[in-house]
């Protein structure tokens, strides 16, 4: 079998060398010319895939090995009979941790106690679900939008969660989006924040946005952040990925280059999830486990002492693993240089190894109950002693 891969597939080898023979490119430079023999395409979000790529090939199997889909023309693979496989949930929960990370940021900035306000959030799948789950815990008040889960599975959420995107975003403090870039049909998300609702957006409200960067109409945040600064912005996600625009990082509260699930766990399982679905497919045996691949954590114990406080605890634990204003740090020292395309490529290619919460054992006194209950309610792993 003959596969071609984005490069920047980790243990793309370790994983696939034993299925047939890879030929690695930048995802960017995967051309139609290196497909006309290829039999499996495996990609990540960079690569547009469609007839201008495949129609000339011979691939029988395109993986993805990210959640979103939006750079896949599915119709046109079904149509051509042509199998497909992405990794649903693989990334989820460094989302999840990349929005932590930007909320406890924000609360000991701004001087607020994430208690004491409503989140938002607009989509909840795998990642908002998780989301949802996470700060529910720690005693976060939270409504949800999402029509098309409601409207399967009412019973998904507490009843009183559920909100229409106008009530949520009058009504939440913090509006976290997670939804796939949907352009047309019942429920389109293509600027779902348009030009009206972030004008009638109330002052002070905080907008994370690490679903796709066109669900927000990013014109018109510019426009409102240019006029009026009085929204707090987190943006992972841009319209025009990699050439987005560099005046808007300026105006965000917190920006990076579409790193939210570039934990190394979430890419790993990505990689895992495509390869048990392209052995599936081919009725191939899997013979390797992610386990057996994963490296050791740098960090893997804390230990602390019957002092730290539970608020102190959190904050300290979180930053520890996952402390997103590097991130944001690195790409406006990168603009300083390069342009944005040029700033997103490097550092999502030179990405630091960043593991996920729940790789930490964190060591307690056995009389740190509350500390430890909040610390599993976010995903990591306690022992109280
Ligand atoms: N920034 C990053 O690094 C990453 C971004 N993502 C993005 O996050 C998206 C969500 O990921 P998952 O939660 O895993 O996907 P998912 O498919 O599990 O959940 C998406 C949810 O959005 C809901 N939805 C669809 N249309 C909607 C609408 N008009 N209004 C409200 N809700 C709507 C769906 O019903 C579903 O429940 C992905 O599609 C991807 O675009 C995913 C991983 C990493
Ligand atoms: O999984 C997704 O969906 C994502 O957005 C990925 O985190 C994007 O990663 P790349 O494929 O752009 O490396």
């Not at 999840?96 to 106690?113: C, D, I, K, Q, T």
């Amino acid at each position: 079998m003959r596969i071609i891969a984005d490069e920047n597939i980790p243990l793309v080898q370790e994983f696939f060398a034993d299925i047939g023979k890879i030929k690695v490119y930048l995802g960017r430079d995967i051309k139609a010319k290196y497909l006309k023999e290829a039999d499996v395409l495996l990609v990540r979000s960079v690569t547009q895939v469609d007839a201008d790529l495949l129609q000339h090939s011979g691939v029988r199997f395109v993986g993805t090995s990210t959640i979103g889909t939006d750079h896949i023309d599915l119709k046109w693979l079904k149509n051509q009979k042509i199998a497909f496989a992405n990794a649903p949930g693989s990334n989820a929960e460094s989302v999840v941790e990349y929005v932590l990370s930007a909320l406890v940021y924000l609360e000991e900035r701004e001087g607020f106690e994430l208690q004491d306000k409503t989140v938002g959030i607009i989509g909840a799948g795998n990642v908002g679900g998780r989301l949802y789950e996470r700060l529910h815990q720690v005693g976060v008040n939270i409504l949800i939008n999402d029509p098309p889960l409601q409207s399967k599975n009412e019973q998904a959420f507490p009843e009183s969660c559920w909100a229409d995107l106008d009530t949520l975003l009058e009504q939440a403090d913090i509006i976290s989006l997670h939804t796939p870039l949907i352009s047309s049909g019942v429920h389109p998300t293509h600027h779902l924040l348009d030009k009206k609702r972030i004008q009638n957006l109330a002052a002070g409200k905080i907008i994370i946005n690490s679903g796709r960067g066109a669900v927000i109409d990013t014109q018109a945040l510019k426009k409102r952040l240019q006029t009026q600064e009085d929204l707090l912005t987190v943006l992972d996600v841009w319209e025009q990925e990699p050439h987005f625009d560099a005046e808007l990082v300026k105006l965000v509260t917190l920006a990076t280059p579409h790193i939210a699930g570039y934990s190394l766990d979430g890419k790993l399982r990505g990689t895992e999830m495509v390869c048990q679905s392209l052995c599936q497919h081919f009725g191939l045996p899997m013979r390797k486990q992610l386990g057996q691949l994963i490296p050791e954590p740098p960090l893997r114990k804390i230990n602390f002492s019957a002092q730290m406080l539970p608020e102190q605890g959190v904050r300290t634990l979180i930053r520890a693993c996952y402390d997103v204003r590097s991130d944001d740090l690195a790409l406006r020292l990168a603009l300083r240089t390069l342009t944005p395309a040029q700033a997103y490529d490097q550092l999502r290619r030179d990405y630091p190894v960043r593991r996920e919460f729940a790789n930490v054992r964190v060591e307690l006194k056995s009389k740190q109950k509350a500390l430890a209950q909040k610390l599993i309610s976010l995903g990591f792993k306690v022992k109280l002693n």
